[in-house]
């Protein structure tokens, strides 16, 4: 077909995501073009409904776009069939959802023992259920199930199951956005170290400044589109002053 090679961990080619139910229709992306290379850390920041979580479902391949293209490790994923997709999910990627997803029958150690399950890999380095949730400030809690801990536990957890098979690309959705500032940067910390340590690719949606410091690039979306410099530099100033 005469591809050219598409050497980048992600890249989105047009990407556009219409969203129907009925009648109405919304425009949540709007051809947006996007390279993320090996080892990168991008933050994803923007308004409330700019297209942020849209963008990262399709990343994930979790569902298709209307129009464009999403090259995963050189693949083009569209052209994959469900099968295919799905293992490129399990293999590759892991994802911490806006909510948390958990299994609320099984206890913490138990969501990430499936986890390691489904998807593991037989990776050598795979850490240990128990380690994880140490290195999480989760200790007492291994044995809890997801109604039986706070908000920002339940999150943690779920930022557990998705590192445990250090997948070469984590996207994450507000991993911090539940939790303390303490707990945050625990957080944030950890995703930083899988992230130089481990090469692991890492795009997270966040609204908040000091996450996206933590990121080796900040992206910044405005109705379904990823801005220009030049287009951030006019907008910022005056926002910031305001709250
Ligand atoms: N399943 C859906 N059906 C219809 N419209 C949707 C659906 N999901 C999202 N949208 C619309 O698409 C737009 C983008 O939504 P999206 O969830 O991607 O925004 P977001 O940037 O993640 O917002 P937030 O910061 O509030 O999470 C919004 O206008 C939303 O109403
Ligand atoms: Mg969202």
Redesign the pocket.
């Known amino acids: 077909m005469g591809e050219s090679v598409r050497p980048h961990v992600i890249e989105t080619v047009d990407l556009t ?1 219409i ?3 009925g009648k109405v229709e ?1 425009c ?1 992306l709007r051809g947006v073009n996007l390279v993320v290379k090996e080892g990168e850390f991008v933050a994803v920041m ?10 990262l ?1 399709l990343l994930g391949g979790l569902m298709r776009p209307t129009r464009g293209r999403i090259f995963i490790d050189g693949t083009d994923i569209g052209r994959l069939g469900d099968a295919g997709l799905t293992e490129v999910r399990r293999k590759k990627i892991g994802y911490v959802f ?1 909510r948390f997803n958990l299994f609320p029958t099984l206890t913490a150690k138990g969501n990430i023992e499936l986890a390691k399950k489904i998807h593991g890999n037989g990776h050598l380095n795979a850490r240990g259920a128990e380690e994880i949730l140490e290195m999480l400030g989760l200790k007492d809690k291994v044995a809890f199930r997801p109604p039986e801990l706070s908000g920002g536990e339940q999150q943690r957890v779920a930022i557990a199951r998705a590192v445990i098979n250090q997948p070469r690309i984590i996207l994450a ?2 991993p911090t956005g539940s939790l303390d500032s303490r707990n945050a940067r625990m957080v944030l910390r950890m995703m930083r170290e899988l992230n130089e340590k481990l090469n692991q690719t890492i795009v997270m ?1 966040t ?1 908040d400044h000091e996450a996206a410091a933590m990121a080796s690039r900040i992206i910044e ?1 405005r109705d ?1 589109q990823i801005l220009h410099r030049a287009q951030h530099f006019a907008y910022e100033p005056e926002f910031e002053g305001l709250f």
């Open positions: 995501m969203y129907k139910s919304a949540a923007g308004p409330s409904g700019c297209g942020k979580s849209t963008l479902h806006q959705d507000e949606i609204h979306m379904g």
